[in-house]
């Protein structure tokens, strides 16, 4: 079972930048073949937003962040980040980080929270306008 641990949220008024992590607890191609993140806002359905593949740094992001996101890692730290600039009042909600390990190739959406298999608790960003 692998455990995450999101860190780095906060509040932030629109334009700033904040940058989340994701600790693992473990980091193998066997249980995180690929990360990513996603978010909830209050009443609002969960999103995918950014996703990684380890093995290559290949990256998929949601339209909504393209531009203004970045997700990357650190192997030897076991740690996956989401750099946000530019940020909007639109992008507060609850981010998640999770795990999959499964086929990166496989057919769907690699933004669809059904291929992943492990999951944060999460990690508050406000944004103010």
């Known amino acids: 079972q692998v455990q995450l641990v999101e860190s780095g949220g906060g509040s932030v008024q629109a334009g700033g930048s904040l940058r989340l992590s994701c600790a693992a607890s473990?980091?193998?191609?066997?249980?995180?073949?690929?990360m990513g993140w996603f978010r909830q806002a209050p009443g609002k359905g969960r999103e995918g937003v950014a996703t990684m593949y380890t093995g290559d740094d290949s990256t998929y992001y949601a339209g909504s962040v393209e531009g203004r996101f970045t997700i990357s890692q650190d192997r030897a730290k076991s740690t996956v980040y989401l750099q946000m600039s530019n940020l909007k009042p639109e992008d507060t909600a609850m981010y998640y980080c999770?795990?999959?390990?499964?086929?990166?190739?496989?057919?769907?959406?690699?933004?669809?929270?059904?291929?992943?298999?492990?999951w944060g608790q999460g990690t508050q960003v406000t944004v103010s306008s």
């Open positions: 473990e980091y193998t191609s066997s249980n995180t073949n690929y």
């Open positions: 999770a795990a999959g390990h499964g086929s990166w190739w496989a057919g769907g959406s690699l933004l669809s929270g059904e291929r992943y298999n492990y």
